[in-house]
Every structure is written in C-alpha cells, then in structure tokens.
C-alpha cells in the first residue's frame, strides 16, 4: 500500500506565498498520476493539480491557473505545490493523491487510489 505524507501547509495572509510537499513511500502503477485536491469546511473535495510522473505534463484547476505551480521530483518520490498571490478562497486542507491515470484523478476524488491525511492552509485578509 502506497503510503503518502503531505508537509508544508500553515497560514499567511493574502498575497502570500506557501510550498506543500508530498512523499510517495513507493513509485509504482498507482503513483502514474499525482495531484493535489482540497476541501474547504461544508465543501466537497476537488481538485487543485496534478501531474503525469513519467512525462512531467500538468493540468490545473482554473480557480488557481497563474498562480499554482505543480512539481516533482521522480528520484525522490516526490511531488511539490508552489502556491502563489494566496486568497482567502484557497483556504482549506490540502490533500495528496495518487492515481493509476490522470484521466482517473480527473474524473474526481473517487477515483483516487491513495490519499495522504492532509495538511492544512489558511490564508486570512
């Protein structure tokens, strides 16, 4: 069972800057696709970025295009979110997912096949 531990959530204010990080205890069929969703309170969960970690494209949910920069590290097992210009509107928790595809991880949260426990972002006005 993949293992992943999301780091590097906290609270800033508006206009700030913050860098999430995710671990992949392995690589492997589950981990072709990594990504980022969020849930905010009373709010379903949904996706932020993802990754094809053999090829490296990305795809980003409009609400954070321009100022999210999804990344990884492949020899680290390792994904990054850059989160830039933060608004309030972005607070949440953060969650690390792994899927076989990212046409699966597209499709929504339920066809995730590993989450991390999630780390928290606040950002105040």
């Known amino acids: 069972q993949v293992q992943l531990a999301e780091s590097g959530g906290g609270s800033v204010q508006t206009g700030g800057s913050l860098r999430l990080s995710c671990s992949a205890s392995?690589?492997?069929?589950?981990?072709?696709?990594m990504g980022w969703f969020r849930q905010a309170p009373g709010k379903e969960r949904g996706g932020v970025a993802l990754?094809?970690?053999?090829?490296?494209?990305?795809h980003y949910d409009n609400s954070v295009k321009g100022r999210f920069t999804i990344s990884k590290d492949s020899a680290k097992n390792m994904i990054y979110l850059a989160m830039n210009n933060l608004r309030p509107e972005d607070t949440a928790v953060y969650y690390c997912?792994?899927?076989?595809?990212?046409?699966?991880?597209?499709?929504?949260?339920?066809?995730?096949?590993?989450w991390g426990r999630g780390t928290q972002v606040t950002v105040s006005s």
């Open positions: 997912a792994a899927a076989r595809t990212c046409t699966d991880m597209l499709r929504g949260p339920r066809y995730v096949d590993h």
């Open positions: 990754i094809y970690t053999n090829i490296g494209t990305t």
């Open positions: 392995e690589s492997g069929t589950t981990t072709r696709c």
